[in-house]
């Protein structure tokens, strides 16, 4: 029977997380003009640092208080700059961007600082020359956290952590974490939960991580509030408490959080520490899939397909299925194999069936057996052929 999973990726412990929204200044006082320093600073925490390439930037807050106007009334002019330099980088420009950067942190402002480190690491990476642009980057890192950036302290740690450019080191990499961290930067206090949770680089202590991913959430990150829910869900470190999960999960997914969405999705399906609540649960799984997240349209589909909370249909499931099978969920595979045997569509139903089994779903391999008494060897042949030769994120073949 057509199911969902509870929890999109599992993964508790996340080192680098994105925070949503600030409402704790970072570094410094804000220069002299009307909040270009702030709007900027929370234009970066956004993305934590530079938007990666291709990631799109939203300046529209950043034209009124960084706009020229605002740079001649103040008289300091760096921030200017780096709102130019964003500006650049948003549009393609890289070498406008790196001139207006470098002006910028000559004048003194940490934030360009840390914008050409950022370029120089993402530059690295697409050019192949991954140790040069980490080198550039960890000493304009450096450079911008003695500028007193928390943000790049926070980059310090990374690097500390991974190993990039410098040896691994977890202890440095806490050290670094915790600095930024109590300068209120959320990723860094993400982090610093996350290696209280899980013991590294320091003792084990489930309530100071809590205590951490509590204050980074009320700083922004909503990873930090999913990952309370998380605990709560399971109950494995703490005592279970479904309506604590919801509470945590709820701040999460108005976060933006597609894992929490799902979540919170599964939880109004089940009545799991909230009232059950179908059209809630249809509403967070239809955010989590506008936000890509592809366990939430297996999750939907099996609504459809049981006619749980919404009307019965098999087409409708089907293309929530298909939606997450291609991108290459074993369980809606086998979802998807359901749905076609019910709409006797029996060579599709052999192509997911095969791909299932061949992901892990074993418990529908019994359906190769019955599928053989209703397809010609020649037609499962070819079909396993072209399943076998099919590749997650590209469109299956018509059949």
């Known amino acids: 029977m057509p199911g969902g999973s509870r929890f999109a990726r599992g993964a508790l412990i996340i080192c680098f997380v994105t925070a949503f929204s ?3 200044p970072l570094w410094g006082a804000p220069a002299a003009g009307p909040g270009c320093d702030q709007a900027l600073r929370q234009s970066f925490v956004a993305s934590w640092g530079l938007p990666k390439p291709g990631e799109e930037i939203d300046l529209e807050p950043l034209l009124g208080p960084c706009g020229p106007k605002a740079a001649s009334k103040s008289g300091r002019v760096q921030q200017h700059l780096t709102f130019l330099g964003l500006r650049a980088y948003a549009g393609g420009d890289r070498t406008a961007a790196l001139e207006a950067w470098s002006r910028a942190a000559e004048a003194g402002d940490p934030l360009a600082m840390l914008a050409l480190g950022d370029l120089a ?3 690295g990476l697409e050019a192949g020359a991954f140790e040069e642009g980490a080198a550039s980057a960890f000493a304009a890192y450096r450079h911008a956290a003695g500028m007193g950036s928390p943000l790049a302290m926070s980059k310090l740690a990374w690097f500390f952590d991974e190993g990039y450019h410098v040896e691994a080191d ?4 806490l050290a670094w974490y915790m ?3 109590e300068a209120g930067e959320p990723t860094a ?4 939960g996350s290696f209280f949770k899980a013991g590294k680089a320091v003792a084990k202590d489930i309530e100071t991580a809590m205590r951490w991913y509590e204050w980074a959430g009320q700083a922004g990150s909503a ?10 869900d399971e109950g494995l470190e ?3 408490d479904d309506g604590k999960a919801v509470h945590y999960y709820r701040l999460a997914a108005y976060g933006d959080h597609p894992d929490a969405m799902v979540n919170l999705g599964w939880m109004y399906k089940h009545g799991a520490g909230v009232e059950r609540d179908y059209a809630e649960a249809v509403y967070w799984y239809e955010r989590a899939i506008e936000a890509g997240l592809d366990s939430a349209a297996s999750n939907l589909g099996a609504m459809y397909y049981e006619g749980v909370g919404v009307e019965k249909n098999l087409e409708t499931a089907l293309q929530y299925f298909l939606l ?3 991108a290459g969920r074993p369980e809606a595979m086998a979802n998807a194999s359901s749905a076609y045997m019910d709409l006797g569509a029996y060579r599709a139903a052999y192509f997911w069936t095969v791909l299932a089994t061949k992901n892990g779903m074993t418990e529908i391999a019994f359906r190769l057996v019955e599928l053989q008494a209703l397809l010609p060897d020649a037609v499962m042949a070819e079909t396993e052929a072209l399943a076998f030769a099919w590749t997650p994120g590209t469109p299956p073949p018509e059949l």
């Open 189 to 192: 206090m993400h982090n610093v």
């Open 324 to 326: 997450a099978a291609a």
């Open 170 to 173: 977890p202890a440095e990499a």
């Open 223 to 232: 990873e930090s509030y999913h990952n309370l829910g998380v605990l709560y």
């Open 121 to 123: 690491f993402w530059s």
């Open 179 to 181: 600095r930024a961290a």
């Open 22 to 24: 600030v409402v704790v």
């Open 238 to 240: 703490i005592p279970e």
